[in-house]
């Protein structure tokens, strides 16, 4: 009954821009700190960076920060992940991910987050 379901992803040259949107159903979004992934092929899940429920905090993977901006929009129950001066190590595909507030668990790790969207793939080339 939840599902989250990610869009926006592509083919873009290096410099490039691109934003993805993640929609989420059958939950209450505002419930719920959202997060970015990508895997890569022949890589493990990596942070990509996190949103808090309200939207007041993010932080982000080093290799994507000053670069990366998280926003949600509640009322929408959709979170955004804006991408910008985009380099091939970006090329992965691309989940976001919700999860109920759990103390001691990490939000940099898939396993601070419940629900899983199906990816969309970003390339970027070269």
């Known amino acids: 009954q939840v599902q989250l379901v990610e869009s926006g992803g592509g083919l873009v040259q290096a410099g490039g821009s691109l934003r993805l949107s993640c929609a989420a159903s059958?939950?209450?979004?505002?419930?719920?700190?959202m997060g970015w992934f990508r895997q890569a092929p022949g890589k493990e899940r990596e942070f990509v960076g996190t949103?808090?429920?309200?939207?007041?905090?993010?932080y982000y993977a080093d290799s994507v920060k000053g670069r990366f901006t998280i926003s949600r929009d509640n009322a929408k129950n959709t979170v955004y992940l804006e991408m910008n001066s985009l380099k091939p190590e970006d090329t992965a595909v691309y989940y976001c991910?919700?999860?109920?507030?759990?103390?001691?668990?990490?939000?940099?790790?898939?396993?601070?987050?419940?629900?899983w969207g199906q990816g969309t793939q970003v390339t970027v080339s070269s």
């Open positions: 991910a919700a999860g109920l507030l759990k103390p001691g668990v990490a939000v940099i790790t898939p396993q601070g987050y419940d629900y």
């Open positions: 059958g939950l209450t979004f505002s419930n719920y700190r």
């Open positions: 949103i808090s429920r309200s939207g007041s905090t993010t």
